[in-house]
């Protein structure tokens, strides 16, 4: 059982940075396709960011945080990132992260993923 831990939410002015980070135990990082979610107040949950496995490598973004987030993984530390830039009032929400054993060519969808951590808040003030 992979469980997931987020942490480095925050209040922030927009323009601001903010770095979330995904602490996994009971399985490795490397080995799972990773994404990073968020859900607004009232809305659904929606596909940010994500990185697949050492055996195939991937990087995919939603189109309004491509250019200002990053997301990344460190092996070593077992732990995945989200650089989050030039923040916006709009990005305001509880981010998530999320391990998946296989997409099948889903990565975006909430469906496909297996493990989920709690969310950690991130808030952006205009």
């Known amino acids: 059982q992979v469980q997931l831990v987020e942490s480095g939410g925050g209040l922030v002015q927009a323009g601001g940075s903010l770095r979330l980070s995904c602490a996994a135990s009971g399985g490795f990082v490397s080995r799972y396709y990773m994404g990073w979610f968020r859900q607004a107040p009232g809305k659904e949950r929606e596909f940010v960011a994500g990185i697949g496995p050492l055996t195939w490598m991937e990087f995919r973004y939603r189109d309004s945080v491509k250019g200002r987030f990053t997301i990344s993984r460190d092996n070593s530390k077992n732990t995945m990132y989200l650089q989050m830039n030039t923040l916006k009032p709009e990005d305001t929400a509880v981010y998530y992260c999320?391990?998946?054993?296989?997409?099948?060519?889903?990565?975006?969808?909430?469906?496909?993923?297996?493990?989920w951590g709690q969310g950690t808040q991130v808030t952006v003030s205009s």
């Open positions: 999320a391990a998946a054993r296989t997409t099948g060519g889903q990565s975006s969808g909430t469906y496909t993923y297996d493990y």
